[in-house]
């Protein structure tokens, strides 16, 4: 069996004046993290401000920053300063920035805190045990699916992806997968024609009118396939993971070589191993009244 790598990975601010006694005990009753006015600009912005490091760009300059945050340069400036002298930003020789270290340790913190990745985990172990292939579980995050768990085969060749990377939803078996379970309006407002990606495999979707055929069939069927879409030599079989409330909110999916694999194979020897893998995750999730992404 191939050599494998593994990669698993409120409270409302108070008034900086407190209230009268004779309105103190209401406040507390009442005050939550969505109220106006317990909104801290300045932490929105740093915010804002890190949620632009992502795959596609992992290193900034502050000039750069502010023109995609929106934000003026001095602001900017000084919130980049302080993320970096807490070690959230990394301030590299070339000028750019880059997450830090503790950046890592809170998206660390945040996946062993879900329970989604606790159950899961040793279970895709399993399967890839089983399969000898690459095991991935992910979530949708606007139009890309996001990586929670990634059991890789040492034998995949195939892009640098990693727990916490994004690819395109249309193109893998995850994201399709999980489109498929949308309504209709959510699917519209997620998916624009910069979802499908040039750089994709020859069998990719290039619009959502050619994908809606096939999300109706995934549906239907309960499963959904990726045939050298994402990339040549590529293909995957996924399967959904439920809430206890009904909601699909993840999948999972066995990736594998082409070359090796053709798609009746997939859908004969992995396909079934796939789907008793998902029920047996979604089942534990309920069971636990867990399900918490």
Known sequence: MPRRTASSSSTALRAASAPTTATAT?????????????RVEALAKGLRILSLFDEQRRTWRVSDLATAAGLPMPTVYRVVMTLASEGYLDHLPNGDY??????????TAALRSLDLVAIATPRLTDLG???????????LSGDR?????????????????QVGS???????SIGKLLLA???????????????????SGPNAKVSLAELRQEL????DQGWAMQDEELAYGLRSVAGPITSPDGRVVAGVNVAVQARDWST??????????????????????????????
């Open 98 to 107: 880059r997450p830090g270290v503790r950046t890592l340790t809170l998206g």
């Open 216 to 219: 109706r069939t995934i549906r």
């Open 181 to 199: 379970y949308l309504d209709e309006a959510d699917l519209a407002a997620r998916i624009t024609d910069a979802s499908f990606s040039a750089n």
């Open 129 to 139: 045990e089983r399969t000898g292939e690459t095991v991935n579980l992910a979530v």
């Open 26 to 38: 209401t406040a507390t009753a009442t005050e939550s993290p969505e109220r106006p006015e317990y």
């Open 145 to 161: 699916v996001l990586y929670l768990i990634r059991l890789r085969n040492s034998d995949l060749v195939t892009a640098n992806i």
């Open 166 to 172: 994004t690819l395109p939803a249309v193109h893998t």
């Open 264 to 293: 009746q194979r997939i859908i004969r020897e992995l396909r079934p191993d796939v789907l008793a893998t998902c029920a047996e995750i979604s089942g534990l999730l309920s069971d636990t009244s867990a399900g918490t992404l």
